[in-house]
């Protein structure tokens, strides 16, 4: 009874939370949401006994986006003062989004020590090797059964890096790239970059 | 599982690899004035990658010998026929690249490596023997596509372009992921035997919906109309080498892949996918003629063209029979000639400072400058239209063939009717390039590599292209029968 009431708390929440990342005007508001949905989705997967899954959820995907939030803060020029005059008038609604992570902690060790929800048999070709970890079933399918597809994620990283750096990298207007000279900077001598002054008492240095 | 085997299946795909890493480390050294000898390295590379396929293609070999990691990745002819169609086209589009991007002063040493890494991903795409393989190799194509739309990133048009695929893509790849996770969710396996085997009976509503989303996620990429409208806009503000490639290379892996998903894996439901495919192709072919005749500018009506091709080939699918498949294969082969020649055509009409022209009115009368190309572009258009002595007049006899054959007339007859329609706006082009008054525009000189491709392309497109027929279409009956092995 309590693994079903919890999935769907889960669910809907999941479900709520994400239409409102897309609702929402402020992308402050709307990174929060996405946390939130997160952090639900990795309720899902503690429900379905994919403890290590739920972890990586909320490290990775929580903790990437917190850092992401950070970027959109720094990149959209957005007006601290009036952020902060809206504070009391948001107050009530981040309490209760902190009420409800802090209530889904429960319910959720509530449900999993109740025995979990059962999602369908597995796949028989996928099992999970008996009396193995998440874990090490997780390591064991990643790196045998589907290495291929494993190095090839790897490649799609690597053409995303190559597309971000061919898109925004570019050239001073001299033509040069900024570019470290090691040569430079060791052949660069201490008298030609600092001077030696000996100011009179009581004044100051002209540079 | 031997992992032996396994690597020896896959390759072509190492050896794209291979370059693909190799030449990202020229260019770091070498940086953008090198940009000739990547190029021309990785037309190298996928020809090697290529070469490498001749066994596969000339046995036939299908079935179990050739899927590797577990049936996760099939390198059997069907998907050999694919790879090579789609290394020719990235070669070609490679080849013309750098005479077109020196002028702008904007070739850059990552374009060929993009290039190199959306074959790769192409090829993962069409050896697919699994959802996720399916997927990972669509992403990997998907991501260097949408960065080769923008690569002229100070042109607005450039970067709108990319934009725009990028935001689609992600939508159309939002669809298929949804599409493919009911069918895992109601079949319990994701790879393509298990889901072909759970669903070869009663079909549940959910799987029912997978198929469906999923067949409209592939149909984004494959340009099919109602999911056709980024095609124009994308077209006409990439590039034109990178136009010349959507238009080739990328377009023969989606419809080799959504082939190979409706016939292998939903094969035993064919009345639960045909009508889809039916309406995709008639509304492509209406759509497509209907869409190019006001158009002005010549990209934007070769993306109708290709809109409308793609309908064509799609009434091959929906005969759903090995005929059928092997006609799709014939006419993409021949559409991939069509389309490649008649994007370096355009890629050639430069003014006196070589400037790129693009609009139909300023063409007009092209013929007293440049004869040659006028011809060459002349002949394209005909085939593209599918008159009798020229090579498109084949593809297109092939697919009503096989949707004849399948009993299906009804739908070869609209085809017909809706291919005259779309003949009208490529006689169109014709007429202004032949007969009407000169403006003097089209005067600029073009460079070797592109007459070589123009001219190996118009070779093909001729009627000299017919003595290709009994090889071609034996190739492709053998690769097409990979896909009818459970049936």
Known sequence: ?207 | MDFATSFALIAPELVLTGTGLVLLLVAAWCGDRRTQLITYLACFGLFGAGVLLVPTLHDGLVGPATSAFGDLFRADAYAGFAKALIYLGAIGCLLVAPAYFDRLKAMRAEYPVLVVFASLGMSIMVSAGDLITLYVGLELNSLAAYVLASILRNDDKSAEAGLKYFVLGALASGILLYGMSLLYGFTGSTSFVGVAAAISGELSTGALFGIVFVLAGLAFKISAVPFHMWTPDVYEGAPTPVSAFFATAPKVAAVALIARVALEVFGSQVDAWRQIVIFLALASIVVGALGAIGQDNIKRLLAFSSINNVGFILIGLAAATAQGASAMLVYLWIYMAMSLGSFVAVLMLKDAEGAPVESISSMAGMVREQPLLSWCLFFLMLSLAGIPPLFGFWGKFVVFQAAVEADMIVLAALGIAASVIGAFYYLKVCKVIMFDESKGVVTGKSNASHWAVLGITSLIISPLGYLLTPSLGDLADKAASALFLGV
């Open chain 1, 1 to 207: 009874m309590i693994q079903t009431l919890s999935f769907y708390l889960f669910a809907g929440l999941m479900i709520a939370s994400a239409l409102l990342v897309i609702t929402a005007r402020n992308p402050v508001h709307s990174v929060l949401w996405l946390i939130l949905a997160f952090f639900n989705a990795a309720g899902l997967m503690v429900l379905a006994g994919a403890e290590f899954i739920a972890m990586l959820l909320v490290i990775v995907y929580v903790g990437a986006v917190a850092v992401l939030f950070l970027f959109v803060v720094m990149m959209l020029n957005i007006d601290f003062a009036a952020m902060r005059a809206g504070f009391v008038k948001n107050f009530p609604l981040g309490l209760l989004i902190a009420l409800i992570l802090f209530l889904e902690l429960f319910v959720g060790l509530v449900a999993t020590n109740a025995g979990g929800i059962d999602l369908g048999k597995p796949d028989s070709s996928a099992a999970q090797p008996l009396g193995a970890s998440n874990i090490e079933a997780i390591g064991a399918l990643l790196y045998g059964r589907y290495i291929f597809l494993f190095e090839v994620a790897g490649i799609i990283l690597l053409v995303a890096m190559i597309g971000a750096i061919a898109l925004t990298h570019r050239q001073r207007p001299d033509g040069t790239r900024a570019r470290q000279d090691i040569g430079k900077q060791i052949r660069r001598r201490p008298e030609d970059a600092t001077i030696m002054k000996q100011p009179e008492v009581g004044q100051g240095v002209e540079l």
